[in-house]
């Protein structure tokens, strides 16, 4: 089946730090893949739509400038947390879609960033 | 926006129990989708419905579109303790911008051995 890979897993790093976030579908091409954030015990709230050699759609509140997101491939997207402060601790999981309309999103297995 | 209202939030059944939880929407979906998700990992896709009145099954688990396309449920059969973890249902219509999908707050599932 679909496999999306999602590195790294677990992040701890001084407020100021930037951290990368990749994404990466394994056996299939993702021209869509979508950026998530959750927060203990609720759902997944959307931050952003990544489309391969386009700009990212950011979700309504997400700072863009904050958040940054680059598609350069069929297969890879990263999530850029430009100067992370502990209000961006939280989980983030990537998801990402194959071509076709009947096609399913699939998840990576998420990163746990925290900021010290 | 579209807007899913996922149903139960939480349930505490014992093992062997059956389990069932739904979806509703005010928006007709084109596209049903059940998810779970375990502590720390990411949802993982178990049951994908594409036509109206579709029932599929997937081992204990089985999920219906419902018939009026703004509805689903998912049923577990004799549960087990490793069914636990957090359920999610997702919507999707046809022409969404890149797919996206519309998701449920999730149902968490706790089964007592």
């Known amino acids: 089946g679909a496999v999306v890979s999602q590195h790294p897993s677990r992040v701890i790093c001084k407020s100021g730090t930037s951290v990368?976030?990749?994404?990466?579908?394994?056996?299939?091409q993702a021209t869509t893949m979508f950026w998530y954030?959750?927060?203990?015990?609720?759902?997944?709230?959307?931050m952003a739509t990544s489309n391969e050699g386009s700009k990212a759609t950011y979700e309504q509140g997400v700072e863009k400038d904050k958040?940054?997101?680059?598609?350069?491939?069929?297969?890879?997207s990263t999530l850029t947390v430009t100067s992370a402060h502990p209000e961006d601790s939280s989980f983030y999981i990537c998801s990402a879609r194959d071509r076709g309309p009947h096609q399913p999103q699939h998840f990576g297995d998420g990163t746990r960033l925290s900021i010290l | 926006g579209q807007q899913l209202n996922q149903s139960p939030q939480s349930m505490f059944i014992q093992e062997g129990e059956d389990v069932s939880m739904n979806?509703?929407?005010?928006?007709?979906?084109?596209?049903?989708?059940?998810?779970k998700q375990d502590p720390g990992e990411g949802p993982?896709?178990?049951i994908?419905?594409?036509?109206a009145g579709e029932l599929t099954s997937n081992g204990r688990l089985t999920a219906q579109f419902g018939i009026t396309r703004k509805d689903s449920f998912l049923n577990i059969s004799a549960s087990i303790p490793s069914d636990v973890g957090i359920y999610f249902c997702a919507g999707r219509r046809l022409n969404t911008n890149a797919g996206k999908s519309t998701f449920g707050d999730g149902t968490t599932l706790t089964v007592k051995p």
């Open chain 1, 20 to 28: 990368k976030i990749e994404c990466r579908s394994l056996d299939f």
């Open chain 1, 67 to 76: 958040f940054l997101i680059n598609h350069a491939s069929l297969t890879l």
């Open chain 2, 44 to 46: 993982v896709l178990l």
């Open chain 2, 23 to 35: 979806c509703t929407s005010s928006s007709i979906f084109n596209t049903w989708l059940w998810y």
């Open chain 1, 37 to 46: 954030r959750q927060f203990p015990k609720q759902s997944l709230m959307l």
């Open chain 2, 48 to 51: 994908a419905l594409y036509k």
